[in-house]
């Protein structure tokens, strides 16, 4: 019993960090407390796993909301809308219909598993090579036609994103080796974070520099999140359950699952606001809460595959059964099927904390109210530079990343007038989109 | 002042965020071990957490004993090796050197690792025919005879061609449908979108009835089944070593060769437990055969 709570204490204060840190996902949350893993039990492991990638979905929005900061690799919706919310005063807003959304659909996921569990087989056999290929292509079909660009912007940012993706060193196509120029570090290809610091964030902040001004951040209070509860419930609920399904159900595509959650609900509601004209450009809530709700939604489906077939979809699932192994575990089908209710507690219950955790780190960051908006960002930007060598100086790579991103940020700067969005789904659906695609080629 | 003192302490709410973190890892590609008070450090490449790292961890580091440093963890093969050039540190690993070994462009690969640094050969694996347990008509007599069957592979570079070769040479309608992972095959082969996986991994949902391996005599060997020349060879990693003598390093290779820990690693990783009968040639014959297979495999692509 004991081990459990602390599992879930573990579990939580690793994704309140984790949402936080850009750089510092589920995956390597878990690495973190690997050796300490190695001695819990299937069950304690489960639950801290859960808890982590649950509370770690709810602080990737507040920290991309408040400082620009893209905690995780699904935040670049909370970004784009959370952030230029924030920049208009209405951050506590977007933070708080974010985490309540979130909240909804861990409750959708819950039942929608719970009830379907005599027919998940079905659902799961559906999420082959071609439906995958299918939603990957509407994703960035739909983000190049919708963005704020003109198209042909979009698609050429896109395929610039694209193009980004490509240079390493591709052994699964036959040993292709593009643009690396001979320079080894580029061999194993570019980190997201020098791109996303360089081709997302800096064109953000220039446009917020310009503005200049100072910030102005509210509390929420308990008030305050019941009625964002009603104001939801009556505004926004086809949003919310559009979110949830499509969250639900893209967690089931291996290799990127509740990361095509995200992107996927987001231009869907992004498409549907801007057909009714209803789309606002300066942060619009209701695709901020399309894309939180879906990958809390996510989070839970992409553990089915595993909890059910036995077989890990996501690098950190793939990591916790690494670890069941590790242990002298003999990881079947009906062990993996006995761990259901706890990962179902442990998701409970940590999307409750992450609902009250989240509004309580709204509240501390009222310091933050009055603040010159330029002193801010060049804070947060020595910050994320900080952060981007240092990650990636664990492996001996920081300088790398330092100088890619020197490389790239004339053109974030060069950019800025461009919603950038395109790009980024460019570089980080690459490697699935194109994998699909090329294996489509070999089915007919 | 005031606003000042804001800034400074939101500046430390994050150090102090990222200074929690610090004691152990932040990057994908960082493992978590604790360092030991001896000299050979062991090298690391590939993804924490997969066989590599599992072997690291279970079978080397124990049986370093006193002697181990710690893990050189490297994002990438090339950069691993532009370390391994430049350092004077004692250090010792698994290298996975057929795949690493295949030229490029008419030039050396950048992960090439030089034949003086392989000390033997560490293990094999095996690949198997597996399909999903109880298919109908799936088995044995289909991956055979079967019209049109789809398999699916490991589709990384020289692999692709070692399994095309043995599954074209026993079926020649067979579709062959790469994947670049095991997070993606699996649940290939589960969804339905391949009828048969031709690949290292086996679970208990799957029914393997054919190997590679002439140790696992449950299943039919596909030496027996294929004209293909590499029908029943495996791959093999290699033990490689820097900056120790070849008598050392040959030392700690036999050292993991006798341990139980090996063995117990094959057991939880469903492979017989038995090292192939290779590790028993000496070092040139071991490097000559490697040499051989690899020319096979390269012929193939």
């Known amino acids: 019993m004991y081990e459990l709570i602390f599992a879930f204490v573990l579990g939580s204060g690793l994704g309140v960090v984790s949402g936080i840190i850009p750089g510092v996902n589920v995956f390597v949350s878990i690495l973190l407390a690997f050796p300490l893993l190695l001695t819990w039990e299937p069950t304690s492991i489960m639950f801290m796993y859960i808890s982590l990638a649950s509370v770690h979905q709810y602080f990737g929005s507040v920290s991309a909301t408040v400082f620009g900061i893209p905690g995780s690799n699904v935040s670049f919706p909370a970004l784009q809308e959370g952030h230029a919310m924030f920049q208009r005063g209405k951050g506590a807003e977007a933070i708080m219909t974010a985490a309540i959304g979130s909240f909804i659909a861990s409750v959708f996921a819950i039942v929608l598993i719970h009830f379907s569990i005599p027919i998940l087989s079905i659902f799961y056999q559906m999420f082959n090579t071609h439906l995958q290929v299918i939603l990957l292509t509407l994703a960035c079909a739909t983000i190049i036609i919708f963005s704020d660009n003109k198209a042909w912007v979009s698609f050429i940012l896109w395929c610039v994103g694209n193009l980004l993706a490509m240079v390493g060193y591709h052994d699964f196509f036959g040993g292709w080796d593009f643009m690396t120029f001979g320079i080894t570090a580029l061999y194993s290809g570019i980190d997201l974070l020098p791109v996303l610091i360089a081709l997302f964030v800096v064109p953000v902040f220039a446009k917020a520099w310009n503005k200049g001004g100072k910030i102005e951040f509210e509390g929420v209070s308990v008030s305050g999140y019941l009625d964002a509860t009603r104001t939801m419930f009556s505004k926004m609920k086809t949003t919310l359950a559009r ?16 990361g095509l959650s995200t992107k996927l609900a987001y231009i869907t509601e992004l498409v549907s606001r801007k057909k009714k004209g209803t789309y606002n450009a300066n942060g619009d809530v209701h695709c901020l809460v399309a894309a939180e709700t879906s990958n809390n939604a996510g989070v839970y489906t992409s553990m089915v595959p595993m909890l059910f077939a036995g077989i890990p979809i996501t690098a950190s699932t793939a990591l916790v059964y690494n670890i069941l192994l590790f242990q002298g575990m003999v990881p079947t089908v009906a062990f993996f099927q006995g761990l259901y209710e706890i990962v179902l507690v442990g998701f409970a219950l940590s999307s409750i904390l992450g609902l009250f955790i989240a509004g309580r780190y709204v509240n501390f960051l009222k310091i933050l ?12 930007f020595v910050l994320l530079v900080f952060i981007c060598y240092y990650t990636a100086q664990k492996v001996y790579a920081g300088m790398d990343n330092l100088v890619i991103l020197a490389c790239l940020l004339p053109f974030g700067y060069l950019i800025r007038k461009f919603n950038t969005m395109p790009l980024i789904y460019g570089f980080v659906l690459h490697d699935i989109f194109v994998e699909g695609v090329y294996r489509l080629y070999f089915f007919y | 002042m005031l ?3 804001r800034l400074l302490s939101i500046l430390t709410l994050f150090l102090s965020i990222t200074m929690l973190s610090t004691t152990s890892a932040f990057s994908d590609d960082q493992p978590t071990w604790k360092k030991g008070d001896g000299d050979v450090n062991v090298l690391l490449y590939y993804r924490p957490g997969g066989a590599y790292d599992r072997m690291n961890q279970s079978v080397i580091i124990p049986s370093l004993g006193a002697d181990y ?27 996975d050197w057929f795949s690493t070994n295949v030229p490029k462009d008419g030039k ?16 094999s694996f095996p690949y ?8 109908e008509g799936r088995g044995l007599d289909d991956f055979i005879n079967g019209k049109g069957i789809r398999v699916g592979i490991n589709g990384n570079g020289i692999y692709k061609g070692q399994a095309a070769d043995v599954i074209l040479s026993i079926n020649p309608s067979a579709k062959i449908i790469p994947y ?3 997070r993606k095959y699996l649940p290939g082969l589960k969804t339905g979108e391949v009828d048969y996986l031709y690949a290292g991994q086996s679970r208990d949902w799957m029914t393997c009835f054919a190997s590679t391996d002439v140790n696992e005599t449950d299943m039919t060997n596909f030496g027996t089944i294929s004209d293909s020349k590499i029908a029943d060879k495996n791959t093999y990693p290699v033990f490689v070593a820097f900056n120790m003598s070849m008598k050392e390093a040959t030392a700690i290779a036999k ?8 063995m117990d690693y094959f057991e939880k990783v469903d492979r017989p437990r038995a090292l192939p009968k290779e590790v028993k040639y000496s070092r040139n014959k071991q490097l000559k055969f490697l040499k051989n297979w690899h020319q096979d495999l390269l012929d193939l692509m």
Request: some cysteine.
């Open chain 1, 243 to 258: 979110s949830s399904v499509i969250g639900a159900l893209a967690g089931f595509v291996p290799g990127i699952s509740w």
């Open chain 1, 369 to 380: 109210s009055g603040i010159n908006i330029r002193k801010f960002y060049s804070t947060i």
């Open chain 2, 3 to 5: 606003k000042a003192k």
């Open chain 2, 69 to 95: 440093g710690e893990v050189k963890a490297i994002r990438g093969c090339a950069k691993m090796i532009d370390y391994l050039k430049n350092t004077d540190e004692k250090v010792f690993g698994i290298w």
């Open chain 2, 108 to 123: 050396q690969n950048p992960c090439h690792m030089e034949m003086e640094n392989i000390v033997s050969i560490a293990y």
């Open chain 2, 128 to 135: 198997h025919a597996c399909h999903v347990k109880g298919a």
């Open chain 2, 180 to 182: 670049s992972s095991s």
């Open chain 2, 255 to 262: 050292k993991i060769h006798g341990s139980e820990a090996i």
